[in-house]
């Protein structure tokens, strides 16, 4: 079981950048999804979350309205669009799963519900 975050880079603020996570050894479509960032000498941080039972969503105060997440199933992804990116976004990003439903709002974020975790993405947004 494995799951790797793709599609980060360097963006100008601004900018938009979409990531992806996709997985091997089992099917997304199955599990919870959150997205996570993480800033050097910081704690991880929940950035977005879709439910496998309804796909409902959560997002980070900070991000919402700017970043919508989003499943492919035909790829077996789960995607992160983030627009209007700003210089405080900038971090590794990681997807995780996690095989018991969450949905709840206060709990998605917290790194301790996953049971799966992918190697990051890094996203810089600077000028």
């Known amino acids: 079981v494995q799951l790797q975050a793709s599609g980060g880079g360097l963006v100008q603020p601004g900018g938009s950048l979409r990531l992806s996570c996709a997985a091997s050894g089992f099917t997304l479509d199955d599990y919870d999804i959150g997205w996570f960032r993480q800033v050097p000498g910081k704690r991880r941080e929940g950035v977005s979350y879709?439910?496998?039972?309804?796909?409902?969503?959560f997002y980070a105060p900070s991000v919402k309205a700017r970043f919508t997440i989003s499943r492919d199933n035909a790829k077996n992804t789960v995607d992160l669009q983030m627009n209007s990116l700003n210089p405080e976004d900038t971090a590794v990003y990681y997807c995780a799963a996690s095989s018991r439903p969450l949905l709840n709002r206060w709990i998605w974020f917290l790194e301790a519900e996953y049971d799966y975790w992918g190697q990051g993405t890094l996203v810089t947004v600077s000028s």
């Open positions: 879709i439910s496998s039972t309804n796909d409902s969503t």
